[in-house]
């Protein structure tokens, strides 16, 4: 696979330049495996020694009474050396925000502030719904995923809640049928890398690459979000829009998105929510089940409590929050 996916296709592009010698192939056969063994050490030699017009090295000079053993290479780590996870917990202990002022003009402007830090921070690219059947494409070409539910006898304006699960929307029948029985539109969706919207296992892969090349999967997430509450909101003629999550990446999705648009939703219920980010140092939770939650310098500047202070007017009802059971010691 890798010959003519890769080296195959590149060469002419060397071939164009005039340099197709300078780009070689060889496939070690013994042990065949990802190794730096003699055979591939020697291929190396030669390829060294042609394009630096060296002489060409044909053998190794012995060196096997150099090699040290395992016990001649043990140095030790100090008794209380830090993990990357203590040396992270560490500098997360080291935090400190400045006090939100109780003034409220001074808050007001401290919020404007925030939201525009906030954007920053996660990358913040508002998206439009230009495709909508059993999915919702948006128009950096990722997509969402969401049922719009609504009794018969349910006015045209009745209030709107949407709800999201870390599980999936398949998961939320309980929170749907709650709403709807209360005369209530409900739109249950899924946001990318959640529920129907991704189709894969995991995530934490893909994730990666976008953070890689400079995006943020949670502010994408929020951008999601966003949009589709202004999709139902302008299409139910909704007195009202409520929000519900359940799960803690669905609920920084919810607050980042709320603090980007305090005047989005009336209401944000929280299920199974984090109390702080601090949680996911101190569980810890591992990049592969939450990966959109380690968003580069989000808990440094932010706690969930102040993005749900730079969400004013928004109110907030919290369930119990996720126990606090650290995996290791």
């Not at 999709?231 to 799960?247: C, H």
């Not at 310098?297 to 109110?315: Q, S």
Request: aromatic fraction near 8%; charged fraction near 25%; glycine fraction near 6%.
């Amino acid at each position: 696979m890798v010959k003519p996916l890769a080296f195959d296709a590149i060469k002419p592009i060397f071939k164009l330049y005039g340099k197709e010698d300078a780009f070689d192939w060889h496939e070690n056969r013994d042990p065949g495996t990802h190794n730096y063994q003699l055979d591939n050490r020697l291929q190396a030699y030669r390829f060294f020694s042609q394009h630096f017009n060296l002489p060409l090295i044909a053998s190794e000079i012995p060196s096997d009474s150099e090699v040290k053993s395992y016990d001649e290479l043990v140095a030790g780590l100090p008794k209380n050396n830090l993990t990357i996870l203590g040396l992270a917990r560490q500098l997360a202990g080291a935090i400190r925000r400045p006090p939100i002022s109780s003034d409220p003009a001074k808050r007001i402007a401290w919020a404007a502030e925030q939201r525009t830090l906030l954007k920053n921070l996660v990358r913040y690219k508002p998206v439009e719904i230009e495709r909508l059947w059993t999915i919702a494409t948006m128009s950096n070409g990722l997509s969402a995923n969401a049922v719009w539910f609504k009794a018969i006898n349910a006015p045209e304006n009745a209030p709107v809640t949407v709800v999201l699960n870390d599980k999936g929307k398949k998961a939320a029948g309980a929170e749907v049928s709650d709403r709807v029985n209360r005369g209530e539109q409900v739109l249950a969706g899924d946001l990318i890398f959640s529920g129907d919207a991704w189709c894969e296992i995991g995530t934490s892969d893909f994730q990666q690459i976008l953070h890689g090349i400079g995006d943020r999967p949670i502010g994408m997430e929020a951008a999601q979000l966003i949009q589709m509450a202004h999709w139902i909101k302008d299409r139910s003629a909704a007195s009202k829009l409520r929000l519900e999550t359940n799960g803690m990446r669905n609920q920084v999705a919810a607050l980042i998105a709320a603090a980007l648009e305090p005047n989005l939703f009336s209401e944000i219920v929280i299920r199974e929510g984090m109390a702080s980010l601090n949680y996911l140092l101190e569980k810890p939770v591992e990049y592969h089940e939450a990966a959109d939650l380690f968003c580069l310098d989000l808990y440094k500047e932010f706690d969930l409590d102040r993005l749900e202070a730079v969400a004013a007017p928004t109110n907030f009802v919290h369930g119990a929050y996720l126990a606090l059971t650290p995996k290791h010691p």
